[in-house]
């Protein structure tokens, strides 16, 4: 690896840049990596063992040059903090996270193909990440493969998973599709499911969930009792 080379100084995360400045050209891959962050940060309050970001640039050093980022449109790492000292992370630089990799990576498939089944699968597995996922709703067709596929690496090659939602117990969260509303949109999205199948509710149904409950109580009880 780069980092036994003892003449090698590997520049900092503020020396480097936050993207490689690839502009999406598809909606989803941001809005499906954004809900499924929303919905950890309210599954995971209390924990700081935790970090997950959406169209990052991760930095590492086992690719051709440690300045080049790979750039997941998300991804999960586990045993670093929510804050790096303190402050937002602009990049995620492994060897400034105790050569913490992310344990999971998420490509959305767009309308340009971006090598999501070959050249990131081979850049993932020598990464070391665990889990990679690929949501392709729309091109599943044009690219021979299924509209959702979760790999797990074993013995440094990725395996593909059976079933879904896909339960991954170093993480204790299962991924898969399901119907939901976000931003107001009532579409397909992928969702953070528990271990018997049961589906992790955005902020956004919780709180529709909560006004039906209180609107229910109103009918049967009337108004709401006024604060003390």
């Not at 990596?33 to 599954?43: A, E, W």
């Not at 009532?186 to 709180?207: K, T």
Request: hydrophobic fraction near 35%.
């Amino acid at each position: 690896m780069l980092q036994s080379d003892p003449w090698l100084r590997l520049p900092t995360g503020e020396e480097l840049p936050d993207s490689d400045d690839t502009p999406v050209d598809n909606e989803l891959q941001n809005e499906i990596p954004n809900l499924l962050k929303l919905i950890l940060g309210f599954l995971w309050a209390t924990r700081n063992d935790w970090f997950f970001a959406a169209d990052m640039g991760v930095y590492h050093t086992t690719g051709t040059n440690p300045r080049i980022p790979i750039v997941p449109d998300g991804f999960l790492s586990l045993g670093v903090p929510r804050l790096k000292g303190g402050n937002l992370r602009r990049t995620y630089v492994v060897w400034e996270e105790n050569d913490i990799v992310p344990i999971l990576t998420l490509e959305v498939v767009s309308h340009t193909y971006g090598d999501e089944y070959d050249d990131k699968m081979d850049k993932y597995a020598r990464l070391g990440v665990l889990y990679y996922v690929i949501y392709n709703p729309e091109f599943w067709q044009r690219d021979k493969h299924e509209p959702f596929e979760v790999y797990r690496l074993v013995d440094g090659v990725y395996q593909r998973q059976e079933g879904e939602p896909v339960w991954m117990p170093e993480i204790g969260l299962a991924i898969g599709r399901g119907m939901g509303i976000y931003c107001g949109l009532e579409r397909e999205w992928l969702y953070w499911y528990d271990r018997s199948g049961n589906r992790y509710q955005s902020p956004e149904e919780q709180a529709a969930q909560l006004r039906n409950l209180l609107e229910q109580y109103q009918i049967r009880f009337g108004n709401l009792p006024n604060n003390p």
